[in-house]
C-alpha cells in the first residue's frame, strides 16, 4: 500500500511538473539575456516554422525506406551540403546522386530522431534553420552495423527549399571482445 501511495504521488507530482512547464509562455533567447555569449552575426534567436522540422523528419523517413526520390522538390537546385568527411556536394542533383549511392551500401537504416526545431533570427531574415539529433543504425549488406550520433542543420529559404545542410557525425566504438 505504501509503495503504492508513493507511486501516485510521483506520477502526480510528475504529470503537475509537466503541464506547469507546458503551459509557461515560451521566452526566446537574445545576445542581451544570455550575456553576449557570441560575437556571431545572428541575435535574437526563437522558435521558427516548424513545418520545415517536419519536412526534415520526413526526409529522415524517406532515407531510411531508401525513398530519396521523394526528396527533390524540398531542395533548392543549387543547395550546398558538407559532410563529417569534408566532402562537399553543390547542386540539387548532385546531392541526391550522392545521397542515393551512399545509402545503396545498407541493407537497411533505421534513424531515431532524439531533438529537432526550427529557429530563426530576424538578423537574418533570408533563412529559417532547422537543427536535429539523432541516431542511425546501418545495417551493411554483409550484416556488419554501425551506430552513429548525427546533428544536422539545414537552411531554408523564403520558398521552403533547402539551400544548405552541414551533418556532423560520430561513430560509436566497436564493441569490445572479452
Known amino acids: 500500500m505504501k509503495r503504492l501511495l508513493i507511486l501516485t504521488a510521483t506520477g502526480l507530482f510528475s504529470m503537475m511538473v509537466c503541464q506547469a512547464q507546458t503551459t509557461k509562455p515560451v521566452q526566446a ?10 560575437n556571431g552575426p545572428v541575435h535574437n534567436i526563437s522558435i ?3 513545418m520545415y522540422a517536419q519536412k526534415v523528419i520526413q526526409l529522415w523517413k524517406d532515407y531510411d525506406n531508401n ?3 521523394n526528396v527533390g522538390d524540398l531542395l533548392a537546385d543549387d543547395v550546398v551540403a558538407t ?9 540539387k542533383d548532385n546531392w541526391i546522386k550522392m545521397i542515393k549511392d551512399y545509402r545503396n551500401n545498407f541493407s537497411s537504416v533505421t534513424s531515431t ?15 529559417e534553420v532547422v537543427t536535429v539529433w539523432g541516431e542511425e543504425n546501418d ?12 546533428n544536422e542543420v539545414w537552411f531554408f529559404n523564403k520558398q521552403g527549399k533547402v539551400v544548405m545542410f552541414h551533418q ?7 564493441d569490445k571482445k572479452d
Open 139 to 150: 545495417t551493411s549488406k554483409d550484416g556488419t552495423t554501425v551506430k552513429t550520433h548525427l
Open 168 to 174: 556532423m557525425a560520430a561513430k560509436d566504438a566497436p
Open 83 to 91: 559532410f563529417p568527411d569534408g566532402s562537399m556536394v553543390k547542386g
Open 48 to 50: 521558427g516554422n516548424m
Open 113 to 127: 530522431v532524439m531533438a529537432c526545431t526550427t529557429l530563426k533570427s530576424p538578423d537574418d531574415p533570408e533563412h
Open 29 to 38: 533567447a537574445n545576445a542581451t539575456s544570455m550575456g553576449q555569449l557570441h
Open 67 to 69: 525513398t530519396m526520390d
